[in-house]
């Protein structure tokens, strides 16, 4: 993903028969989805489904795998456009999470049923989700260094982070008042607290809140 594009979300794509997984997950959760509801939903024969996928179980690992992919290319970009300065990278990456997580409501939300993975496909996706946090707490760590940042806990300051970023999957709508980019730059402010930080916004951000829709 290049530099210009990560606050872009076009119509998401998906296959349609994850396209049904995720509209039955969203729904009935995991645990209260079968296989069969799934194929009703797409239009097709269980048998059908199972030339794609080979369980239940694969539906969810492909749905979850594929979030956390783009979810981490956009941090990737994020980053890279910031800079070095720990206040513009850690402020870029709250942007993109909440972007993401507001843009992308139905698949952030399906984070909760990690629980449900299994033990191996469980291990995998949770590295990647460690490979997230750490690109936060990096950012943390580089400004308690550098004395920007005057948290005490960077590790737990970045998981309260991540926990305010991600919850916004809970409560978003997109026919509530808010815009995604309004709730994004709202929510730099509430987390550069969370790690301490006092001074002022860099430019750019300042910039960018000042373009933000303001309908709520």
């Known amino acids: 993903m290049s530099t210009a594009s990560w606050r872009d979300f076009a119509p998401l794509e998906l296959h349609p028969v994850l396209q049904g997984a995720l509209a039955a997950f969203d729904e009935h959760g995991y645990h209260g989805t079968t296989v069969r509801d799934i194929a009703r939903r797409v239009g097709v024969t269980v048998p059908a489904l199972y030339y794609h996928y080979e369980n239940k179980q694969a539906f969810l690992v492909a749905l979850l795998e594929a979030s956390m992919h783009d979810v981490l290319d956009r941090c ?26 507001a843009n992308r409501r139905d698949l952030a939300f399906l984070d909760a049923e990690l629980r449900s993975l299994e033990p191996q496909n469980r291990a995998r996706y949770v590295a990647l989700r460690d490979y997230l946090e750490h690109l936060l707490l990096d950012t943390v760590r580089a400004g308690t260094e550098d004395g920007i940042f005057r948290t005490a806990h960077p590790a737990d300051a ?36 969370t790690v301490g930080f006092a001074g002022d916004l860099p430019v750019a951000v300042r910039r960018r809140r000042r373009a ?5």
Do not use: H
């Open 158 to 193: 970045t998981r309260a982070v991540l926990t305010m970023c991600l919850g916004v999957a809970t409560w978003y709508r997109p026919d509530g008042p808010l815009q995604p980019q309004t709730i994004a730059e709202r929510y730099v402010g509430f987390c550069l607290g």
């Open 76 to 101: 990737r970009a994020a980053l890279a456009e910031a800079g070095d300065g720990p206040v513009e990278r850690f402020s870029a990456m709250v942007e993109c999470l909440v972007l993401y997580t």
């Open 212 to 216: 933000a829709p303001s309908n709520g």
